[in-house]
């Protein structure tokens, strides 16, 4: 009886409606959202009265229930694919969208985007043109290939080089290098799909010459290796290089190909970081073909790059299911900025945010960790406690798996907080705050953020220690 009573007091949907809290939300939120919120404001409250729950007056009152669902409709209406804080300093962070773009790239986009383009249009021949002529010189200037093709993403490039190549006829990889990469790629599902025969040779650890030499027959159609980019094997190991495959593939005359994966345009042993092969150094070996991520070392958007000797690669776009991975406008607009970035290779160091955060000095990372945590100490919150101590990043996208440059962490408590119950807090923040959880620490590596992330971090954690 009593619930039946204080179920009564309920507001109805339509006074709810009326409400200034609900009414100030037009008309940025779409009315829609706004009942849908109401109503499910009002079901969530009647449920638990009618479980018996404990629902206090003030909870059943106008005023309260119009903010509850003022503030539903606002996470309603709130994008879904929305900004992160990164403070994990893994730099190309799949989860978190691989490659920020540079700043170039970004205007590029909008330029292209929000104007009519001559994507397709020849505009000497006043007639209809290819979409890929506009990264292809560049690519080819940058990387010395003879042709390019550039696709929605490396899986792509690789399936469509397999098929375009092998399709119905044998591959022959190293054992050692039959790779998975996160989120569902693996080297011989790929194969599989592509209709192309998987020839397995060597042992996991070692693989020789001679057992390429020896999977070779009349239905061989392509030689292939795999750059083991995400994991590394130590101790008794043997990968035959590049310059032999295409020895051998010369002897036989077949096709030699090499999916780098990350595909870098950088020698990043330079800064300190393990020797990867270049995509120059991977063409100048004698590939016919390489394939590559756009979004990985290189720095740019989503993308799938397919560079090598103009025969395969004209091969490869005239196959009809290059039509289905045909790369968009975006992606061809953003790409073409990052490399025109490379031709000056300190202004790619400098503006292509990726290479920036992978290559910055530790220096910069401690004066930037410790002005952080001076502007924490600032707020003067009695429950925060602030310090900075070592530790390593990581470059992240499957790239440099042992490569763990040296950075300077934040760690963070606050009294009354456990370490998880804080970091849980963080990633519910608006924007949410991707932290690190180590050895029961919260910490923050200032080597991935952005913008005015500091600004934000420092809000939230106003926020969550006052
Ligand atoms: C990452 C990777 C891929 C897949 O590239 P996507 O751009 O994610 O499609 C393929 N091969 C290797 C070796 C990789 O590292």
Redesign the pocket.
Known sequence: MAEQKRLARLPKVDQLLEHPSLQQLRPEVARPLILSAARQTLDGLRARLLDGQEVTDEELGGEAVALAAASLARRLAAPSLQRVVNATGVVVHTNLGRSLLARRALERLIEINCTYSNLEYDLAAGARGSRYVHVDRILCELTGAEASLVVN????A?LLSLQTLAAGREVVVSRGQL?E?GGS?RIPDVMARSGAILREVGATNKTHLHDYEGAITSNTALLLK??T??FAVVGFHKEVPLQELRELGDRYHLPVME????GSLVDYSRYGLPKEPTVQEALADGADLVTF?G??LLGGP?A?IILGKAEFVERCRKNPTNRALRVDKLTLGALEATLELYRDPAKALAEIPTLAMITVPYERLRERANRLAARLKKLGLERLEVSTVEGVSRVG??AMPLAAPRTRLLRLAVKGLSATRLEQALRAGDPPIICRLEDGHLLMDVRTLVADDAAVIAKALAALAA
């Open positions: 993403n490396n899986a792509a690789v790779v990469i790629f795999v750059h980019s995400n999916d780098l994966g990350s991520s979004d990985k989503q799938g996208g499957g």
